[in-house]
């Protein structure tokens, strides 16, 4: 063997299974040794525990479970015939039967062949699961009326700017009645005496979260992509206009028939400071695009790296394409692909959870009388709601308002694709960069969205408690704020991505040349050790 071929080559060969015949170059066979180390031990973890709610069984109208895009009747309830040839699909996997559903409208099912494409960098799709993933609330419980609860009231708040929540009677009035729900069914932050604040409304509760601004500093710090400024302002969507309050609308949105609107934009470039600026900034987004400004951002800075980064303190050499700018980078944009199929695996596969329109469409039947053309009971916790009273004074209608003319996207609710993506690419940048450092010079919108102004309070925002609120701040924006995913869709899909990236950090630290050891910390605050040593 020539000393070209040796180089690069392991001291602790992975051994296993020996390479084809004729492979006799050793860092070729050390690869291949790898890649199969790697696949078999993947493969002794076992399936995952994978549960629904038991509601597609529960109700023969199929009211508690995703349709929305099939063929319905005038009251909103899934055509059988068209429901028929989904599951068809979904039971056998066949392109050519997904190709044979009936539909409603000209819509069209987003991407359900997702959940069956295998993973050979992390572990398989269905290799997670609970306790990650446990089954969605189900739709009769008092916990998804309140957090179809909490989507009224969001509703409602949608226009007003965070920073005016303390002082606005909406957001009183939103957690008074939030905060008197049980911790069994509101699982939304609440203070030291057990009472949800007006600053705590449609926050996460993870480490950090509920310190300083309702948005993360890598929602507003403005930074450079190269010699490219990105100053965190965007076009919003104009104030005021929501969309599917009406019945008839609402009907062609569960077909997936167009509805023929769009949404109006402000002419006003601004800083997110509401809602609906998250919504719209959701609603167009590449998914990992927060996250990959978050990286930016940390650069701009000068985050410091984490401390197992094998490279502090070389005065001989720095990390590039191994634990460098380039590495961070791609690693952030590849690992949200590997996490976007996994959690829809879970979507369609396993759970179909209904939109919260849909639900909304549920709420409109049985106010109006027609209870008795539902299989499904609600909770009394929603139809006996100031919020929901609150939402039809407003607009004259039962319905939850959109912030999007099509309202939700054709695809199950649970988990949500923004909040895996999201769990995932933190947990990334959690092993890239130090995560106790603290943020230097804090800032927040203003009111209006114009300007930025210096953040004065007293807490502390490390770079850890920053990316937990982003997480939440991204999916909650695509979710609660625009209507369209529920709050546990969130909250289960931030750690269901924390645990897809840290396989995929696990499998990828075999393949580093450097040793290393890096530890970093969870959302639930424990602590996660990737190694190669």
Known sequence: MSSAQA??????????????????????????????AEAIEDAQVP?????????EARYPDKGGTYTKGLKHDD???????????????????????????????????????????????????????????????????????????????????RDVAFTDYPSNAMAALAATELGSQPTTSYLGPRDSSGRVTPDLLFRGGFPGETLG????????????????????????????????????????????????????????????????????????????????TAFLVLAGIGAPLNPGNPYIGSKTQNGFGTFGGPDIAGTVTAVATVALNAVWYQKWFVHLRPRPEAIGGLVHLIKT???????????????HSQGLQQSYSKNRSWLLSQAFPEGSPTHPSYPTGHGIVGGACITVLKFFFDGNFVIPNPVLPTSDGLSLVPYTGSDVLTVNGE???????????????????????????????????????????????????????????????????
């Not at 399936?47 to 509601?55: F, L, P, R």
């Open 467 to 533: 990316l937990n609120k982003l997480g939440h701040n991204v999916s909650f924006g695509h979710g609660i704020h625009a209507g369209i995913h529920w709050r546990s869709d969130t909250d289960t899909s931030l750690v269901l991505g924390e645990a897809v990236a840290l396989s995929f950090l696990r499998d990828r630290a075999q393949t580093y040349n450097e040793p290393f050891t890096v530890n970093l910390t969870n959302f639930d605050g424990t602590t996660a050790t990737i190694s190669n040593q």
């Open 47 to 55: 399936a995952a525990i994978n549960v629904n709610n038991g509601d």
């Open 213 to 292: 601004p309702y948005l993360s500093q890598f929602f507003v710090q403005p930074t450079y992509f190269g010699s490219q400024l990105i100053d965190q302002q965007q076009l919003p969507y104009a104030p005021g206009i929501d969309y599917g309050t009406g019945f008839a609308e609402w009907l062609n949105i569960q077909n997936g028939v167009p509805t023929g609107l769009q949404n109006q934009f402000d002419s006003q470039v601004r800083y997110r400071r509401n809602g609906r600026d998250l919504a719209a900034f959701t609603h167009v987004d590449v998914l990992y695009q927060a996250y990959f």
């Open 7 to 36: 180089i690069g080559g392991r001291s602790n060969s992975p051994g296993g299974v020996a390479p084809p015949a004729g492979v006799n170059n050793r860092r070729v066979s050390e690869a291949f040794e790898l890649r199969m």
């Open 75 to 157: 009251l909103g309830r899934v055509d059988p015939l068209s429901y028929q040839t989904f599951k068809t699909a979904l039971t056998s996997g066949e392109f050519s039967d997904f190709q044979n559903i009936i539909m409603g409208g000209t819509r069209t099912l987003n991407g359900p062949q997702g959940g069956l494409a295998f993973c050979l960098v992390a572990l398989d799709n269905a290799q997670f699961g609970q306790p990650q993933v446990p089954p969605a609330p189900a739709v009769a419980s008092d916990q998804n009326a309140t957090e179809l609860l909490e989507h009224y009231w969001a509703s409602l708040l």
């Open 369 to 383: 009388g027609q209870r008795n053309k539902t299989d499904v009971k609600l909770s009394n916790v929603i139809l």
